[in-house]
Nanobody, 125 residues
């Protein structure tokens, strides 16, 4: 059974930073593209960032470009989301997601087959 476990969320003041981690129980983690999405109350789940299985492509939502950085450590089966210069509008539950092996993922949830339970990020003004 595949498990994705997010951690690192919390409460931070505007302008602060957080680093989210997502540990995956995928035996073939290096073959899976990974993504981060977020969902605020009453809103749809929105794309934040993705990194392909070979790290050959990295994409960000326009709203987080220049502030967030996605990375992966295949030796640790973990993907990270470094979030700097946080804003109140970044408040949401953050989810990590994984594709099937060799797939590239996308900026929509439909491109991913596995999901974590989410971690809450709250940015106060």
């Amino acid at each position: 059974q595949v498990q994705l476990v997010e951690s690192g969320g919390g409460l931070v003041q505007a302008g602060g930073s957080l680093r989210l981690s997502c540990a995956a129980s995928l035996r073939t983690f290096s073959r899976h593209s990974m993504g981060w999405f977020r969902q605020a109350p009453g809103k749809e789940r929105d794309f934040v960032a993705r990194i392909t299985w070979n790290s050959g492509r990295i994409d960000y939502a326009e709203s987080v470009k220049g502030r967030f950085t996605i990375s992966r450590d295949n030796a640790k089966n973990t993907v990270y989301l470094q979030m700097n210069s946080l804003k109140p509008e970044d408040t949401a539950v953050y989810y990590c997601a994984a594709t099937n092996p060799w797939e590239l993922g996308s900026n929509t949830p439909i491109g991913y087959s596995y999901w974590g339970q989410g971690t809450q990020v709250t940015v106060s003004s």
